[in-house]
């Protein structure tokens, strides 16, 4: 039997902390909470982690740049809390890898169901059926279904966010189609945006800036102005 997945709640707030963790356990999740990112960094060392809660106001160092550091060696989902409104943190959060966000003050079930989401979307099984135990290549790379891996003409693996994964997928099942961000929003299973939320633009552009390719003149992601965004390139599933 597989273990509950295991959440790591990192808050300066012992009652947030303490309410979260309740909770979680009480919907089948193990939970681990910390006050700090020297903690957090003891967890995430000592145990796994099936994804990361974390706020981002802490004192010391701050949300945004304890996921900016736990990006630049994992790729472990990240929810950040946000103060309500700051859509300048809820950008800044998803350039340096979050793959979702809950304003403050929130509701534990809201969180809960974006927690499920989240972990859907990267949590794969290994003998999982159909067309996603195969691999779509587009102008050299592949996108590997199961794994949802991206391997780049080169053969290095490119590390994606379960946000830019499900991007990427949605461009590669519709290749040389135009897509507005409302049709993005949909393909890609992500209704925390609204369509002028400038957060897909982000997602869009931290995505183009791992697929460039200077094989390629032109971007492999191009802007469609006033409309949205198309994949340039054919894609095939051998």
């Known amino acids: 039997m597989n273990a509950a997945p295991h959440i790591l709640i990192v808050d300066d707030h012992a009652e947030i902390r303490d309410l979260l963790g309740r909770f979680l356990r009480q919907h089948g999740f193990r939970a681990t909470c910390v006050p700090d990112g020297q903690a957090m960094r003891d967890s995430l060392t000592s145990a796994q982690v099936d994804l990361l809660v974390l706020d981002v106001m802490l004192p010391g160092e701050s949300g945004l740049d304890l996921c900016r550091d736990v990006r630049r060696h994992s790729t472990t989902p990240i929810i950040m809390l946000t103060a309500m409104g700051e859509e300048t943190d809820r950008i800044v959060g998803l350039e340096v890898g979050a793959d979702d966000y809950v304003p403050k003050p929130f509701n534990a079930r809201e969180l809960l169901a974006r927690i ?19 691999t779509l290549s587009f102008a050299g790379w592949r996108l590997d279904l199961v794994r949802r891996d991206l391997l780049s003409p080169d053969g290095v693996a490119v590390d994606l966010t379960s946000g830019e994964y499900d991007l990427l997928l949605a461009f590669a099942e519709n290749p040389q189609t135009v897509l507005s961000r409302e049709r993005l929003l949909e393909l890609s299973h992500n209704k925390v945006f609204t369509a002028y939320d400038r957060s897909i633009d982000v997602q869009v552009s931290r995505l183009r800036r791992k697929l460039e390719d200077e094989t390629h003149a032109d971007p492999l992601i191009k ?12 894609v095939t599933r051998p």
């Open 223 to 234: 802007t469609v102005r006033g409309i949205g965004y198309l994949l340039t390139v054919p």
């Open 116 to 134: 499920r989401a989240v972990l859907r979307r990267t949590v794969m099984p290994a003998d999982a059926p159909g067309p996603r135990s195969s």
